[in-house]
């Protein structure tokens, strides 16, 4: 097969490449094609941020900065995209860029070796805030962090750096011009076709029609998860077809009663538009996975590959999501944990692809009762970690009742599950001790999880009723009870 060529703008020139392998990464890419060496090899999972770098994408309200893990990003998947590595920030004449200069002022760099990640990260905070005239408070340096991890433990001084780096003499990186680089390259002719080794289809319409000649070509959407397959299992694949160009695919659409995302959809955006219905769920989908995970991977991606450690899912079906499975020629709707049927497998056919997932929005009905919801994720470390169990739980409550019940569970089956004995036991009863107390047992009896690296079989169990007794005491009011309430991270502020 013919193997496409990747095009994107760097240091204000149109680099082209040719002959890259599919499932090549962008770190490979940088360090032994490019010898851009700046940029760190770390845990090579997306863990660490040492890979870090910033892709430029144009949209129509200009230019967009994502900082992402160059260890799990296919290098095909920054064709059309402008990207900076740590290489690329000091000017002509070697004057730092306030990243860069702050970072020296602050005493941020200890051992050096996470610094290009941190750096890169906070230019990607420098474009999207700093330059868009915005502060940056503590708890958005924190968080926009996320995912870098510092092996001396220098937190504090890096999040000094982020916020110096608006005292700092202004730095551009010339948007108007790079813009029309980025629409060039767009508007130029692709030397793809439907026989290429890496296929990125721009329409839904190409999509379907790709899905349905290429069955066996490893489908992509953001690459968090098929990253790992490259990197740890040493997996090779001939041909590769790419969601994330598809236009439709890219929206969040608004209805009346629920959310329209669509599989390309990058989870920190997807995680916005479910916080703007539900402010409260900022705290999990800050702890979902670090920035520039969330900033690659999509939320169609994650609820396709179907983890039972993944977090999106017993969210999603606790708020009672469904998915939309398309193929060429029709599309059918089901229940979110109906597209599960065991570890990692799934109901689409081959020629069929995850399109949408729909989200209801909370019931304004005051008949209906009000809505109740919390979600909890249970991992070793507070942040960038995989759960051991998480737990949705969304109750519908009105006179002290419980007039409905839904709860999504993770990590205690081969797939994400539905807790419907332990809904079964809430529903309809009164909202007190009693019924959680009741709840909690039929809870814990509900699942057979298993013991791994990450929890005892005995501890998930536990934990599981904990949890439920926990939702309890918040819905009375009582805070204090765990760390989302502290400050995050309060030893660094």
Request: net charge neutral; charged share 20%.
């Given at each position: 097969?013919k193997?496409?060529?990747?095009r994107?703008?760097r240091?204000?020139e149109t ?12 770190l490979d890419?940088?360090?032994d094609d490019l010898a851009c060496?700046?940029?760190k ?6 863990d660490?941020?040492a890979?870090t ?6 949209t129509?309200d ?5 900082a ?10 920054v064709?059309?995209?402008?990207l ?5 920030l000091?000017g002509?004449d070697?004057?730092l860029?306030?990243a860069?200069?702050?970072m ?5 760099s200890?051992?050096?070796f996470?610094?290009p ?5 906070l230019?990607?905070m420098?474009?999207?805030?700093v330059?868009?005239?915005?502060p940056?408070?503590?708890a958005r340096?924190r968080?926009?962090l ?20 608006a005292?700092l ?7 108007p011009?790079?813009?029309?680089q980025?629409?060039?390259?767009a508007?130029a002719?692709?030397d793809?076709d439907?026989?290429a080794d890496y296929?990125a289809p721009?329409s839904?319409?190409d999509l379907l029609d790709?899905r ?8 992509v959407?953001g690459?968090?998860d098929v ?6 299992q040493?997996r090779?694949?001939a041909?590769?077809?790419?969601l ?6 890219r929206?969040?659409?608004h209805?009346?009663?629920h959310?329209a995302?669509g ?21 999990f989908a800050?702890?979902f996975?670090?920035?520039p ?6 939320l169609?991606g994650?609820?396709?590959?179907g ?16 998915v939309?499975?398309m193929?060429r020629g029709g599309?059918?709707?089901m ?9 990692r497998?799934?109901v ?5 692809v ?7 929005l ?6 209906e009762?009000t809505?109740f919801l919390r979600?909890?994720k249970?991992?070793k470390r507070f942040d960038?970690?995989i759960?051991?169990?998480?737990l949705?739980?969304r109750?519908q ?5 419980v ?14 599950v ?10 309809g ?10 709840a909690a047992e ?6 057979q ?9 005995g501890?998930?169990t536990e ?12 819905s009375?009011?009582v ?9 995050t ?5």
């Open positions: 097969m193997s496409q060529e990747i994107f703008v240091r204000g680099v082209t490449l040719q002959g890259v392998p599919p499932d090549r990464t962008l890419l940088l360090r060496t700046g940029t090899e770390g845990c090579g999972e997306g660490c941020g890979c770098v910033v892709l430029g994408e144009a129509a200009g230019m967009h900065y994502r992402v893990n160059s260890c799990i990003r296919l290098a095909h998947a064709d059309g995209l402008a900076w590595t740590v290489e690329d000091a002509p070697g004057a860029h306030p860069q200069e702050a020296v002022q602050c005493h941020g200890q051992c050096g996470c610094t990640g941190f750096v890169m990260s230019f990607g420098y474009q999207n805030h330059c868009q005239g915005k940056v408070s503590r340096a968080e926009d996320s995912g870098n991890l510092c092996r001396c433990t220098g937190y504090r001084p890096i999040i000094d750096a982020a916020q110096r780096m005292e003499p202004r730095v551009s990186v010339g948007e011009a790079l813009l029309r980025l629409q060039a390259l508007a002719p692709s793809a439907g026989n296929l721009r839904l319409a790709q349905a000649r290429h069955p066996q070509a490893q489908l959407a690459c968090t990253g790992l397959w490259v990197t740890k040493h090779q694949f041909q590769v077809l790419d994330t160009r598809v236009a439709e695919l929206r969040i659409e209805y009346p009663n959310l995302i599989a390309a959809v990058p989870l920190a955006d997807a995680f916005a538009a479910l916080e703007a219905a539900r402010p409260h769920l900022h705290g800050s702890r996975a670090g920035l995970v969330r900033n690659s991977g999509t169609g994650n609820v396709a590959n983890s039972p450690i993944g977090d999106s899912m017993p969210l999603l079906i606790a708020l009672g999501a469904s939309v499975l193929r599309h059918r709707e229940p979110l944990e109906a597209l599960y049927i065991g570890y497998q799934n689409m056919a081959p020629d069929e995850l399109a949408w997932i729909k989200v209801p909370p019931v304004r009905n005051a008949s009762g809505e979600v909890y249970i991992s960038d970690d759960s051991a169990v998480c949705a739980v109750l409550l009105a006179h002290r009742r007039v409905s019940a839904s709860v999504g569970v993770g990590g205690v089956a081969a797939t994400p539905r807790a419907r004995r332990t809904e079964a036991a809430l529903a009863q009164p909202w007190s001790a009693d019924t959680v107390r009741s039929v809870l814990r009896a509900e699942f999880p298993i013991s791994d690296m990450r929890a005892s079989a501890y998930r934990v599981l009723g904990n949890l439920l007794q926990r939702l309890w005491l918040e009375q009011g805070q204090d009870i765990n760390l989302e309430t502290w400050t991270l309060g030893a660094l502020a």
